[in-house]
């Protein structure tokens, strides 16, 4: 009986201890599995900055050969390069041009975005899909009138054609903007009307304090817009060695300095693309959370 | 008695109501200025930049304007050249056709494939999320100027090609090449792609997936029934923001044709990177040939609305929205 029942009662408990142990392993192979994918794609990933940075801290004649390590770590590459050209003027250009645009933007799109949003007037409704429609043109769509008015008014060679139309509301933040104060609660709003406030008010003390993660996504995605712009630097301040920015400057280097090799040219791109990185690593989760906005509401 | 006090409480009465009636009218018309006055940033901006610039573009489109001379009416002779005898529109509207084409779908599909790696990996997701982002982070510049780098015949890419005993392109100095080096460029930033993705799909309920399994559905079938159908939104918005890209396409295009040498007229090596926007840049800024640049432009426009139209409707197809409209 006993060695009958034994084997039985072994046979029902065995498959209850087995099983998690199978499924255990398999999870555990399947993690495994997951995880080498994922190593191998981020190695992907990694080695171009890998590739960019030693190369950036090579001597001249190491360059030329196959090797991967900097021997010996040639750091005065990185000031080596103030002498080929003046980087401290260009990235003052860059921060005018992203400061200022990144102020202008923010301070148009607020009150658009709150009229869009949480006021009651007759148009509202046709100027967000007026608004819609220029998200979806490209600024080449406008630029041969655009760069003639700039002619007439003696801004090209100047950061004016960047900076000014920012001031005049930008259609991506407005949109997102709006977007964010419309998921902001209306009794809020009828809380403060009852208590005596007009809709400056509201926008100021109540609206504005409670968008501030937004505000700041949508400064940060414009003050990265501006800072890696190319193509309307290149276009309105491009003939005016004063007025470049930092992007345009990167890929004239070769001009200004006929000659110049991989090693500085690699090192000027790690100090153009530092700040953004710091940016990144500080502001991620306004980042990515601002991405996903972009994304899924869009 | 009765009518002498009742005449004038009656027309009291009409003249409440109708002060009431113009008070009201006058506080929608304060409402309405005042939202004017909100708007006013953008209505001066939308007139300035955009509404007058696309109609004068539209006259300049019929003109002949090298900027220091009046414009010169020519009729449709820019549209007429654009079409029959500018083979280097043909070249660019090709190049811009590939990037549409070949770019775009890879970046969507590799978007695609990196999300779901992401979904799937428990710990470390944090790590490995912002490592695929970083490359997105990287100006454009700086990142064409490192692909340059990395894809010189003698440089670290074709290093790793010979030690496998593979075939070392030229790339970029090869018309052949060219494009799908700046293929290899896209996918590296697939970062902004891959995050939308991650988001849809993390927001795909679980039930969705249980009862799936339940019917016994393997993992091809469940990507194919149920994951593909509620991200489809998202990869619908990812097509209409990268045809509109293809014509935006430019920067990496243009620091990759100079970075051989300062000379190289934008598109090389032999036209092989001439894109869209590089064509107008060619022609409207380095030419002067206003009136055939705003021809281009004014054709651009009118393309990317068809496009825009043509995926909206043929959305309604294979695009499903949870619960109504996004």
């Known amino acids: 009986m006993t060695a009958i029942s034994t084997p039985g009662a072994g046979a029902a408990a065995m498959p209850r201890r087995q099983v998690p142990a199978a499924i255990r392993r398999r999870r555990r192979l399947l993690a495994i599995a997951n995880h080498s994918v994922a190593i191998a794609l981020s190695i992907m990933f990694l080695l171009p900055f890998v590739f960019i940075v030693s190369t950036a801290l090579m001597t001249n004649q190491q360059m030329g050969s196959l090797s991967v390590w900097p021997r010996p770590f040639r750091w005065s590459n990185f000031t080596d390069l103030f002498e080929f050209f003046p980087f401290w003027r260009f990235a003052w250009n860059s921060l005018l041009y992203a400061g200022l645009g990144t102020v202008g933007v923010v301070l148009s799109g607020i009150p658009v975005a709150y009229a869009l949003s949480r006021m009651r007037w007759r148009g509202r409704q046709a100027s967000f899909v007026l608004l819609l429609s220029t998200l979806m043109l490209p600024v080449q769509v406008t630029i041969v009138p655009l760069y003639i008015i700039f002619v007439r008014l003696g801004w090209i060679g100047s950061l004016k054609p960047l900076i000014v139309p920012l001031f005049f509301g930008d259609a991506f933040t407005i949109f997102l903007l709006r977007q964010f104060f419309l998921t902001i609660p209306q009794e809020l709003s009828d809380a403060a009307r009852v208590d005596g406030a007009n809709d400056l008010q509201i926008l100021l003390r109540v609206i504005v304090p409670l968008a501030k993660p937004a505000i700041a996504a949508v400064a940060l995605f414009n003050f990265l817009y501006c800072w890696n712009d190319f193509f309307s630097p290149l276009l309105y301040a491009g003939n005016n060695p004063d007025a470049w920015t930092l992007a345009i400057s990167l890929q004239q280097l070769t001009q200004l300095s006929r000659g110049i090799l991989a090693n500085l040219q690699m090192a000027a791109s790690i100090l153009f693309t530092l700040p953004v990185l710091v940016i990144f690593f500080l502001a991620q989760k306004v980042f990515v959370e601002g991405v996903t906005l972009t994304g899924v509401k869009g | ?326």
């Open chain 2, 1 to 326: 008695m009765a009518t002498v006090t009742g005449r004038p409480a009656a027309a009291t009465e009409e003249a409440r109501a109708a002060e009431r009636r113009r008070r009201r009218r006058r506080s929608a018309w304060r409402r309405q200025l005042l939202a004017l006055a909100f708007m006013s940033p953008w209505i001066i901006g939308f007139c300035a930049f955009f509404v007058y610039p696309v109609v004068s573009s539209l006259y300049f489109s019929f003109t002949k304007y090298d900027i220091l001379t009046d414009p010169v009416w020519v009729g449709l002779d820019n549209y007429r050249f654009m079409f029959t005898s500018d083979g280097r529109f043909w070249t660019a509207v090709y190049n811009t056709a590939w990037v549409v084409a070949v770019i775009v779908p890879l970046q969507v599909a590799f978007g695609i494939a990196t999300a779901m790696v992401l979904i799937r990996v428990k710990q470390g997701l944090g790590f490995y999320r912002t490592v695929f982002f970083l490359p997105t982070m990287v100006p454009l510049v700086a990142a064409a100027l490192g692909f340059v780098y990395l894809l010189n015949p003698g440089g670290p890419v074709n290093a790793v090609l010979g030690f496998l005993h593979l075939p070392e392109p030229l790339w970029f100095r090869d018309p052949a090449w060219a494009k799908p080096g700046l293929a290899l460029m896209a996918l590296w930033m697939v970062g902004q792609t891959m995050i939308i993705f991650l988001a849809a799909m993390l927001d795909v309920p679980r039930q969705l997936y249980e009862a799936a399994d339940l019917e016994g559905a393997g993992p091809l079938q469940r990507f194919r029934h149920v994951t593909l159908p509620m991200i489809s939104p998202v990869i619908f918005f990812s097509v209409i923001i990268g045809v509109i890209n293809g014509f935006r396409y430019f920067t990496e295009a243009y620091v990759v044709s100079k970075a051989g040498d300062w000379d190289n007229p934008v598109g090389s090596p032999q036209d092989s990177l001439l894109f869209y926007t590089s064509h107008l840049y060619n022609q409207g800024f380095e030419g002067f040939h206003m009136g055939y640049a705003a021809a281009l432009s004014w054709v651009m426009f009118v393309v990317i609305m068809v496009c825009t139209l043509l995926l909206i409707r043929s959305s309604r197809r294979w695009v499903h929205y949870q619960g109504g409209f996004r």
